[in-house]
């Protein structure tokens, strides 16, 4: 592997973390002062990935770099981006609006930063060093010019809190493992035991366990770009009374799909997932992490 083919990471950590309580990115998993992004950092590495790419907010800006530079000195190339208010046409500024616009808001921040293929992932997210290594193999035999890329999948029964709701990208796969739709399902919860999601009139119906869902680790060429631009002004004007609207990758992913002429691959890993949605998920995700460690698949320091 050469270094101009090693693929890029980037990751989604402009998040405010309201239903965590704080700003869950930066905070602490282990006794040794790990975050989660310390481990798919340290994933990443050993998969091949040479640069990372941080969707970051100002607000936050000093000590998330103190957290992660040192760490990454000398090992890969660093860049931060940074999802704001502002980084919208003039006329769609919203002073009123407190959030920015989402996912794929976010990822059209790193347009500039990005000429290789890339990965993208969550920051509150654990996804297992094998899907790394499945994500970053693929990478690596892409051409950068191809409109080919490819998502993780993972079934909705391994990726709920029992805490209360999280918002998941439904998949269709075709029988070529294909990506044929993907639908941003926004509340998905466990209620007596049984999965429900609310349809858009806010009324809660069944859905499947072994529905297949993205958790945002999609693979991309830079390719990808062509499609997001046109369609977030086109939302923004749809959207521009509405200051909850938010703008997600699958609706990028769908306009890629829609286009007929890029295709979206499904990757399958049976790397654990886990991650944090609420306070109450950090015991359960420090004690999966622990028990990593002691079996070594993890060093005690990572760093």
Known sequence: MTENNKPALVVLAAGMGSRYGGLKQIDSFTPEGDTIIDFSIYDALQAGFGKFVFIIRRSFEKEFKEIFNKKLER????AYVYQELDNVPEKYINPERTKPWGTGHALLMAKDAIKENFAIINADDFYGREAFDVMAASLIEKDKNSYNFNTMAYLLKNTVSDHGFVSRGECQVNEKGFLTDVTERTHIEKIDGKLMRKDDQGTFIDIDEDTVVSMNFWGFTPKCFEFGTELFEKFLEEEKHNLKSEFFIP?????????????VEVLKSNAKWFGVTYQEDKPIVKEAINKLKQE??????LW
């Not at 090992?75 to 660093?78: L, N, P």
């Not at 609706?251 to 295709?263: D, F, M, P």
């Not at 070594?296 to 320091?301: H, T, W």
């Open 296 to 301: 070594s698949v993890y060093p005690k320091n």
């Open 251 to 263: 609706s990028v992913v769908n306009e890629i799909l829609k286009s007929g002429i890029a295709n």
């Open 75 to 78: 090992k890969a190339e660093v």
